[in-house]
């Protein structure tokens, strides 16, 4: 019975963490080229996101395609 009535406490808890919307991206800076050749262009920068939600996020990696005009 205890274990019962603990879950049904801690589900509205661990329910207010969830994600309720994606997080919108705000800009870039401090670029830096880590890699350039014929193949490939690496490059670094920091990286800003606005995030409304209420649990914190750590962008570790990720690809993105660059379209140059």
Request: without cysteine; charged residues 25%; glycine residues 2%.
């Amino acid at each position: 019975m205890k274990h019962q009535t603990l879950l049904l406490f801690s589900l509205p808890f661990l329910a207010s963490f969830t994600l309720t919307s994606e997080l919108d991206f705000v800009k870039l800076n401090n670029y830096k080229i880590m890699q350039l050749n014929k193949k490939k262009l690496e490059l670094s920068t920091n990286d800003y996101f606005h995030n409304r939600n209420d649990v914190g996020f750590e962008v570790l990696k990720t690809e993105v395609k660059l379209l140059v005009n």
